[in-house]
């Protein structure tokens, strides 16, 4: 599959994101203490990351139908998502094709631990720069504002392992700009990325490292 820039998240809800008020509030130490992906990012303070990550199905329902048809996944097909959070995405999922092979991974030993039940025997810590799983190991593999949280190496070594495992097809977002007012917007924004490139760049950046699948952006 050759490399395409397609928005599969176009249901997502759209957040009314103030970026005024969150860089008012935001210092170092916030990002200091987001980039530990612990309680304070997921469920702590607005200033540190989401300030309640809670399951609402509104969210990925609609997405998941998206994955579904663009990817025709069916009971045979197997999944994964790298950096999975509580797993809500592939609960979704797992729920709209009922049947299918699923498994996610993140750094994040609190956002596992605190994972949907149902889906949590699916789902384990690790790190996107080192994928635990066989070569083409999954139909799909998709990382969804993940790969970005990494430096510019480990970014590259995730990329190139997102393409180790997969069979055919993966699907990435990440924090770029394509103007300078959304570059400024974007660092203004941001709390957690390491690696933010506009969108030429992480094109490049993708035939550098050899990634042969689809990708897209995310831009406050």
């Not at 249901?11 to 304070?40: C, H, Q, S, W």
């Not at 299918?100 to 949907?116: F, M």
């Not at 069979?167 to 394509?178: E, H």
């Amino acid at each position: 599959m050759n490399t395409k820039e397609i928005d599969l998240l176009f249901d997502y809800p759209k957040a009314n994101r103030n970026v005024k008020e969150r860089v008012g509030k935001k210092t170092d130490e916030d990002r200091l203490i987001a980039r530990k992906f612990d309680f304070d990012y997921f469920d702590g303070s607005r200033a540190h990351g989401y300030g309640g990550y809670k399951y609402n199905s509104k969210f990925w329902g609609p997405v998941v139908k998206t994955f579904k048809n663009h990817w025709k996944l069916n009971q045979n097909s197997s999944f994964l998502d790298v950096g999975c959070g509580k797993g809500f995405t592939l609960f979704d999922l797992s729920k709209e094709v009922p049947g299918i092979k699923v498994k996610g991974i993140d750094i994040s030993k609190y956002a596992i631990e605190n994972s949907i039940e149902e889906i949590k025997d699916d789902l384990l810590v690790g790190n996107a720069k080192k994928l635990p799983f066989e070569d083409n190991s999954f139909d799909v593999v998709i990382s969804i504002n993940t790969i970005h949280n990494l430096d510019i190496d480990d970014c590259a070594s995730a990329i190139k392992e997102i393409e180790r495992v997969k069979k055919n097809n993966s699907y990435i977002i990440v924090d770029a700009y394509r103007t300078s007012e959304e570059k400024q917007r974007m660092y203004d924004w941001n709390l957690t990325a390491k690696t933010i490139m506009s969108a030429d760049e992480w094109i490049n950046f993708f035939k550098k490292n050899n990634y042969t699948g689809e990708y897209y952006w995310f831009i406050p």
